[in-house]
């Protein structure tokens, strides 16, 4: 259903940072790429030494083709950012090209969305700051309460939204590099991630995976994270991954959503730093950077198991225990998993978006992606509800969302782009559910659009 397209690159005619074309190395594809090393748009670069405005987070991505992660996170400037700054070593002989930049639609696009929010100022609001200590400060205290007075059914259900609410609100802007220009903002709240039993760094590497590829069933984690025994992706009805039991997969959905926080805990990619998932999707992550921060990942992992595992043994039976922890788990898997299950899976979601050809990366994440509600929906989900503008504009502070929605909208309408929008958040789950039932029975309904 994919089809693979790859180009021959010729050599470049000058080496920009680097030294003479003649001087420059020819890699066979990115597979041969050493870890200090990133291609973009066909050419090679040096990480060593460079001085990235973005924080030293770029060296986890070292050893990739990161032609889409790049100008994905530069829309307003990536033809004239940070490569420039990059010393060049050589060139790709073949890179893969699935995905178009410099459309009509994206220049559109981007031009719009700078009137409303100027690039320099794309970063977190007052809003966001308010919002920001206020569920720090509520999981702070909530976890005092937890391990210093014992837990209760109430109190683990309200912990667990806490810990959403610093997965929804914080960590993912911060980890986007959206909530400051300075790397110190971001790198230390990104943390919160492993504070709600996740992990900052495996983080990264699936959820950069899944926004450069969406939907995109051999490069998107995402798309095949619960297969087989529960199927997001469009497989078509005699789809090997297909089994009778996905049938009926509508009803047990919530049940497998309930278990997101057990998937995350008890995954032992949190002692490798390495996500299995974006490796399977093409995506190398062992290198040294990644080695180095392997003892803090695993460290913040078993403080974490103290403080919201251990600590219920501590004050009660253990088989009280266990449910309070339980109770816990799955206050946080729905309110986290929910919203994220509703963004890429609905009625009219393009599922095949390279099947066709090439593709403008910018059309592919509207069509893709669903946005719902509005102003309110986004104080509780961080602006996650704009699924959206949050594609089109990931290191953009959430809190820009609704007020760059119109003048998306308008752009996708004058180019026929399909944008899909929800008046609330149960409207949009109706469509989720109806397109998880079709998707079992392999009749979804949708359509692979001509791009």
Not at 247 to 254: D, G, L, N, R, T
Not at 275 to 292: C, I, L, Q
Not at 304 to 319: E, K, M, T, V
């Amino acid at each position: 259903q994919t089809h693979t397209r790859f180009t021959q690159a010729p050599m470049p005619p000058n080496s920009g940072a680097g030294g003479a074309a003649s001087d420059l190395q020819v890699f066979p594809s990115a597979d041969q790429l050493p870890e200090g090393y990133v291609a973009i748009d066909g050419e090679v670069y040096d990480l060593k030494g460079f001085d990235h405005p973005g924080g030293e987070s770029i060296l986890l991505f070292g050893g990739n083709d990161v032609s889409v992660q790049y100008r994905m996170i530069h829309p307003f400037h990536a033809g004239k950012g940070s490569v420039n700054k990059m010393k060049k070593v050589g060139r790709l002989a073949k890179s893969r090209l699935d995905y178009t930049f410099g459309s009509e639609f994206e220049r559109d696009l981007v031009a719009a969305v700078q009137k409303v929010v100027k690039p320099s100022q794309r970063f977190a609001t007052r809003g966001f700051w308010f919002r920001c200590i206020f569920y720090i400060s509520l999981y702070a205290v909530l976890t005092y309460f937890y391990v210093s007075r014992g837990s209760s059914i109430a109190l683990c259900i309200a912990i667990g939204m806490s810990q959403a609410s610093i997965g929804l609100n914080v960590q993912h802007d911060a980890n986007h590099g959206a909530v400051s220009p300075s790397p110190f903002w971001n790198d230390l709240l990104g943390f919160g991630a492993d504070m709600i039993g996740g992990c900052k760094y495996l983080w990264l590497q699936q959820h950069w995976t899944h926004h450069a590829f969406t939907n995109d069933i051999t490069r998107d984690p995402d798309a095949s994270s619960t297969d087989p025994f529960f199927l997001f992706h469009d497989y078509g009805k005699n789809g090997a991954v297909r089994k009778a039991v996905h049938v009926f997969q509508h009803f047990y959905m919530i049940p497998v959503l309930a278990m997101y926080w057990a998937s995350s805990i008890f995954n032992t990619n949190v002692v490798t730093l390495q996500h299995t998932g974006a490796a399977d999707a093409g995506m190398k992550f062992g290198n040294s950077y990644r080695e180095a921060h392997r003892p803090i990942s695993i460290l913040l992992r078993s403080l974490y198991l103290a403080l919201y595992c251990a600590s219920p043994f501590y004050h009660h039976h253990w088989a009280t225990a266990l449910l309070h922890v339980w109770t816990m788990a799955v206050s946080e898997s729905l309110t986290l998993a929910i919203p994220f299950a509703l963004s890429h899976n609905f009625l009219e979601s393009e599922r095949h978006p390279v099947a066709n050809g090439q593709v403008c990366w910018y059309k592919s994440q509207v069509e893709t992606s669903s946005t719902y509600g509005g102003y309110v929906a986004g104080w509780l989900t961080g602006g996650l509800n704009f699924q959206i503008e949050h594609h089109l504009f990931p290191r953009m502070s959430s809190a820009w969302y609704p007020y760059i929605q119109p003048a998306v909208r308008e752009v996708c309408k004058k180019h026929g782009v399909n944008y899909v929008y929800y008046p609330n958040i149960f409207s949009n789950l109706v469509s989720t559910f109806t397109y998880i039932a079709q998707v079992g029975r392999g009749a979804y309904e949708g359509k692979v659009k001509a791009n």
